[in-house]
């Protein structure tokens, strides 16, 4: 039997549905990753009497519990108090945190706000987890059968403690057989089409199959239970992967961890020493922001009147207007690829939910001319990333050798 | 004192992880608008006890309950057998109900699956509500003190069977008084300096004042009851829009609605008839990425070496680039105004989440030349997002009259 794990989320903004709780559902995902079973979330407000019975309430029912939310500086920040009062531990000032706090401010040349003090009380006996990437430290410590871990609500700060001191140390506290997930990761496919696609494949009851449609991917998911035979996974995965085809960018939880589209873009034109210049439409901006922190960008740009002067134009104008650009634009930077991107549609289609957009992407690359069209419906932003990330994965094709 | 209502949230794949309950937060605001006091969300998975305790536990605490998922046709869809359980009211077939699962399939030329028919069985007593987007039915009913509502976990169903059905319902039901948010939404000022502005400001105790810290912007946030005096109202929140200054960018909940940093500067920009070229640097085609949709936004562009090259100059180089920069786009583009972006800092502090670069942003408009300074710390996406907005928001400044 795996130990029994609950999420906690403090926070009004949570319960009045002002923001989606991600970090629960991250969290989640990351404690089944560690062999947990994760068997409940809560979220509660500021009210301090229903923290201390929900606090109460999990230390008689769970193994672990991870809490995120209401560490901050403010008199609505009810955490540690709530902490204090449930498991009687009566707050201590911390001068280690209470350093780490000042230092924060110091490094950004700003003077400490005198409500960022309540940050350095911690309960008694709780160990102290150090925050470099905010104020707040978090705290982790036992009652009754239940090891209770307190994490910020922000939710960089909370993955980050997370990763770093939470995980590792959960791992050594706990006796855990943490599945193996192996991940497909795919672009350009929606979930209905890739169970058509592997609805031959014969999985063994012991592996749980699940998706995730994500706004930059669509993963397809397989757990496998701790003492799964590698080889036996191994062929399972290639399966998998044969049926999914030229649309999987990366597989995760294998050999090597895997990134996002552009990620993975950036292992193969480091390796092959590629530099790249942008002409974007209808992606806006957004693909040279997707490689933010990438040497090998070297211009990106957008320009209206290309935008607009092409939505009515045939496929062979369009070509011959990409060709165009994308020659112009090596000579000029010298670039060794060049992604041109163009798009037709009515006008207005790009902010009209109901109409459709066609993105051409068109690569010039080692002397050749590639390209892909696609069709892409929803709203502005919707559109806006999908043109982003499908002018991306030609180039992400070609790199991997899948282009003809 | 308003009802309290709590969200439950049923499904192994909300607990797990693989699905973000988006449910919770879409009806915990949807209630509030109707003056209820939502005080909790709840999620489990498919265990029979884990439903029964939860459902006890809530008919006790609570007014009202809105229950979304698990009326499924398999055999991990256990609501109504739980209800059944806790409340002892054992299952009877609905005829209604079952002619209307039968129509469904119907409708679409399919044979009904005989695991459907389950979806006819309700809890005794229990009021029917009629599904037409999806096969199953939702149903409510009085436990104790709690009026308990189940929908359909798939978010169009679920939606469509509150907005239609449920909500008219609750507010014949219960007597609501629903209250009045404003939200002050600023940039460039953190939770802790917001307060610190703030203190000196007597709110009546009546006022629940809050704070969202998203990666768009910071609100303050003042929820108001029912009947709280309108005069009032505006003087509470004018008090606040002077201490917070030209920090603040728009404010929601007074006349008309507001919307993010671009879509305030659009309404300025198409009234004044202005259109706009952008240089950027650290944001990295994040600037543009955020104006589309706009029509005023006619050219945007990175260059790496503009990027690269300025990062060691003192404050009089880059101003002389940055110049020099605008007037040559005004010149290639006749936008009316330029946005330039530049940046400093050690080389690899912009990917460095210890290190801090320096955002200078320049805006030549109307024949005269701004500019703003920022130190920007952070993982590379923070640093990219925070650019992004600190030199948008020198552009709403001056179209708002705030700059000297």
Not at 89 to 111: G, S, V
Not at 123 to 138: E, F, S, V
Not at 228 to 235: F, N
Request: with cysteine.
């Amino acid at each position: 039997m795996n130990p029994t794990l609950e999420i906690f989320s403090q926070g009004e903004e949570i319960v009045t549905g002002q923001t989606v709780d991600t970090n629960a559902a991250w969290l989640a995902q990351e404690a089944i990753h560690c062999g947990f079973t994760v068997t409940r979330h809560t979220a509660v407000g500021d009210k301090l009497t229903d923290l201390i019975n929900l606090l109460n309430d999990i230390a008689a029912r769970a193994d672990c519990c991870i809490c995120t939310g209401g560490l901050g500086p403010t008199s609505d920040d009810l955490t540690a108090e709530a902490v204090a009062s449930a498991f009687n531990r009566p707050l201590e000032f911390d001068d280690i945190a209470f350093e780490q706090i000042k230092e924060f401010f110091d490094r950004r040349n700003r003077p400490m706000p005198e409500v960022n003090k309540k940050q350095a009380l911690l309960p008694q006996t709780a160990k102290r987890i150090d925050n470099t990437w905010g104020t707040a430290p978090g705290f982790a410590l036992q009652h009754q059968r239940c090891w209770f871990v307190f994490l910020p609500g922000v939710p960089s700060e909370m993955k980050g403690l997370f990763l770093e001191h939470v995980k590792p140390d959960l791992l050594t506290r706990f006796t855990l057989q943490p599945p193996h997930l192996v991940s497909l990761k795919t672009l350009g496919l929606g979930e209905s089409a890739i169970q058509e696609l592997i609805k031959d494949i014969k999985i063994p009851d012991t592996i749980e199959l699940g998706f995730r449609a994500g706004t930059d991917d669509v993963q397809t998911k397989l757990l496998f239970p701790f003492d799964y035979p590698k080889t036996d996974l191994d062929s399972l995965v290639t399966e998998f992967s044969e049926c999914l085809g030229d649309y999987v960018f990366a597989i995760d939880g294998l050999e090597e961890p895997t990134g996002d589209l552009a990620f993975e873009i950036d292992k193969l034109m480091t390796a092959k020493n590629h530099t790249l210049a942008i002409i974007e439409t209808a992606s806006h901006g957004l693909l040279a922001a997707k490689c933010v922190g990438y040497d090998w960008l070297i211009q990106a740009s957008y320009e209206k009147s290309v935008a607009v002067s092409t939505q009515k134009l045939n496929a062979e104008e369009l070509m011959a207007i990409a060709k165009n650009l994308a020659l112009k634009t090596q000579e000029n930077t010298r670039a060794s690829a060049i992604l041109v991107q163009l798009y037709t549609g009515d006008p207005g289609a790009l902010r009209d939910k109901n109409k459709s957009i066609q993105v051409l992407s068109f690569l010039l690359i080692d002397k050749a001319f590639y390209q892909t069209t696609h069709f892409i419906l929803g709203p502005i932003s919707r559109k806006q990333n999908q043109a982003t990330l499908l002018s991306l994965d030609l180039l992400r094709r070609y790199l991997q050798d899948k282009l003809i």
